[in-house]
């Protein structure tokens, strides 16, 4: 079973900065894909952005040129670095690992994490 621990949320002023880490149990050489989902609450939960073995990386229009996502491989380790951050990025952050829905633009998330809270004070 793998293990995904998400770590690195906290409270932030709007316009601050948080990063993300995602410790995978095993080797994320064997994820295709790793991303970041949110849920805020009475939302469904959203794509927040995601990186596949080769280096791809898609973002949410909402959080594009604002967000960075990357993986280490050696640490086994993906990261969410947030910029300028704004009140409705409030939400639960969970990170994912898995394979594709046929193509890299869809990432089929196999393992969650349990999530971890970011609030963003205005």
């Known amino acids: 079973q793998v293990h995904l621990v998400e770590s690195g949320g906290g409270l932030v002023q709007a316009g601050g900065s948080l990063r993300l880490s995602c410790a995978a149990s095993?080797?994320?050489?064997?994820?295709?894909?790793m991303g970041w989902y949110r849920q805020a609450p009475g939302k469904q939960r959203e794509l927040v952005a995601h990186?596949?073995?080769?280096?791809?990386?898609k973002y949410a229009d909402s959080v594009n040129s604002r967000f960075t996502i990357s993986r280490d491989n050696a640490k086994n380790t993906m990261y969410l670095q947030m910029n300028s951050l704004k009140p409705e990025d409030t939400a639960v952050y969970y990170c994912?690992?898995?394979?594709?829905?046929?193509?890299?633009?869809?990432?089929?998330?196999?393992?969650w994490g349990q999530g971890t809270q970011v609030t963003v004070s205005s």
């Open positions: 994912t690992g898995g394979g594709y829905y046929g193509s890299i633009y869809y990432p089929r998330p196999d393992f």
């Open positions: 095993e080797n994320i050489f064997s994820f295709d894909a």
């Open positions: 990186i596949t073995d080769t280096g791809f990386t």
